[in-house]
């Protein structure tokens, strides 16, 4: 009798490890099988709070994945259940679910650009992120005081105080992420510039060095020529006289200026 529960046990278990032996095989030839793409390269996207169920499916209804449910066992299976990221992706052939895997864990996403043009004013900037089809918009219906309380600024107004660059970032970031670090870079570089001013300059704070730097800006296209024009603008604030700058007019016209000032 003894012999006979035995002998069962050794069966069940030959037949258990040879069961666990096939599941083996079969997850490692699907991990490195290479998965057939519709198009190259593919984007997608997944969406932030996707759990792996869902990121499987996102995947799969954008033609990256056969089915959802082998990718979520491999996922499970390597501990990387938690690891999946949100963000737009971007892949090509050979792509294997091990190495897509490996991807979105990483967070190896695609990055798209949003660009601030120098000269730029802050409604330019505003309606650029509106129209960004990549961006999340939190602040369309923001006005432009309640966009610099939530960045944690204390200015009043928002002119000036965004750096003109190229911003990078992963489809679906907030638009006040990418004002964030424009915000941030502005007064870093602002505050390094105050620190090397010369001492007989007639300002009291960065800002109003950054306002004459933004009009010397607009006056003229030539960097040769805005130390010279610099220096008579400053000449005629330490006169108190004023001065008498074409573009601070075409700023305060706003979209009435139609090119050619006449008064």
């Known amino acids: 009798m003894l012999n006979k529960a035995i002998r069962a046990f ?7 490890l040879a069961g666990v032996g096939l599941a083996a095989a079969w997850l490692a030839y699907y991990a490195h099988g290479e998965l057939e793409l519709g198009s190259a390269p593919l984007e997608f996207s997944i ?3 996707s759990s792996l169920r869902g990121a499987a499916q996102q995947m799969t209804q954008a033609g990256v994945l056969p089915g959802p449910e082998p990718f979520e066992v491999l996922a499970r299976v390597l501990g ?3 690891d999946v990221k949100a963000g737009n992706y971007e892949v090509a052939p050979p792509l294997t679910p091990y190495l897509l895997l490996q991807k979105v864990a990483q967070g190896d996403v695609k990055l798209v650009a949003v660009t601030f043009v120098e000269g730029w004013t802050f409604k330019q900037m505003r309606k650029v992120l509106d129209e960004h089809p ?10 432009d005081a309640e966009i610099l309380r939530r960045l944690g600024s204390t200015e009043t107004l928002p002119e000036g105080w965004f750096f003109p660059d190229t911003y990078y970032f992963s489809g679906g970031a907030s638009d006040l992420a990418v004002l964030r670090r424009s915000h941030r870079l502005m007064r870093s570089h602002l505050a390094a510039r105050w620190e090397q001013r ?13 306002i004459l730097a933004s009009i010397v ?3 003229t296209g030539k960097k040769e020529d805005r130390t010279l024009i610099a220096a008579v603008f400053v000449n005629r604030l330490r006169k108190g006289m004023i001065l008498q700058a074409d573009p601070t ?5 706003g979209e009435k200026f139609d090119g050619n000032l006449r008064k």
């Open 10 to 16: 050794v069966l069940l278990f030959g037949v258990a």
């Open 47 to 49: 969406r932030s709070g």
């Open 80 to 82: 990387k259940a938690g």
């Open 134 to 143: 990549a961006v999340r918009h939190d602040t369309r219906e923001l006005s």
């Open 198 to 210: 010369a001492g007989s300059l007639p300002f009291t704070t960065p800002y109003e060095a950054l």
């Open 217 to 219: 800006e607009k006056e």
């Open 249 to 253: 007019v075409i700023y305060g016209m």
